[in-house]
């Protein structure tokens, strides 16, 4: 239903890269595959995995990714001047002739107002986004840069699930890892794309460890901000 949907996450191949590896995976060979985040740099692709068996229904297909128009700041002044704008990366969901797709989610829409962990690029007057695979990771783990997407299934038919980018800008960058996919049965209500609205931790807010003790800046490791876990190096 769609208030309690089934995890059908566990037919995709590799959805984690646990391995570090692209064991499952079809069309273009990744950059690299590394921290559990699978990258593509400064080229277009197509990277897919194709999946059957699955019940007549809706679905939502999840994953946390980004896309780096060009370098950073290229990527945080165009974003802000046109967010509609050179948004080449998309995620998509074929079954049969009907195909689903959304852009996935600028760096710079959700750049944060603190630093927190691995190689990170200030852009801005006071904002930062990554800038490597391990901050990429952190980012991640601080359940940052979801994208979902709603389609249905038909009987009887394959699904093919995936990212891909038509148009290069130079050094542009898209890093992804943790796919889910959900099921909700055959009387959904949810139709379309669901809208992921950018997420930016607040700089002002108290941060607290694991065991709820409010701790300063300095402190390191996972700590909990506007009730989400960040991982701070």
Not at 122 to 149: C, D, H, R, T, W
Not at 160 to 168: D, F, L, R, S
Not at 174 to 199: A, H, M, V
């Amino acid at each position: 239903s769609d208030e309690n949907p089934v995890d059908m996450t566990s037919v995709i191949i590799n959805p984690l890269y646990e391995y570090n590896d692209n064991e499952g995976w079809n069309g273009d060979v990744p950059t690299a595959v590394s921290f559990m985040c699978c990258e593509m740099f400064n080229r277009n692709y197509n990277y897919y995995q194709e999946l059957s068996g699955l019940p007549a229904g809706t679905y939502s297909l999840g994953l946390q990714a980004f896309y780096r128009a060009g370098f950073a700041e290229d990527d945080y002044s165009t974003y802000v001047s046109s967010p509609e704008a050179n948004n080449h990366a998309v995620l998509y969901a074929i079954c049969g002739t009907d195909t689903v797709e959304v852009p996935v989610v600028r760096a710079s829409a959700q750049a944060q107002p603190f630093e927190i962990g691995g190689a990170e690029s200030q852009v801005g007057e006071a904002a930062f986004i990554p800038n490597n695979m391990e901050a990429a990771s952190y980012y991640f783990e601080s359940e940052l840069y979801k994208n979902e997407l709603i389609f249905d299934v038909r009987e009887g038919e394959k699904l093919i699930i995936g990212v891909k980018k038509e148009t290069t800008i130079p050094s542009d960058w898209t890093i992804f890892r943790n796919w889910t996919l959900n099921y909700f049965g055959t009387e959904s209500q949810k139709t379309g794309i669901d809208t992921i609205q950018p997420t930016v931790l607040d700089a002002q807010s108290s941060v607290y460890n694991l065991q709820g003790m409010k701790v300063n800046d300095n402190y390191k490791g996972i700590v909990i901000i506007n009730g989400r876990k960040v991982f701070r190096k």
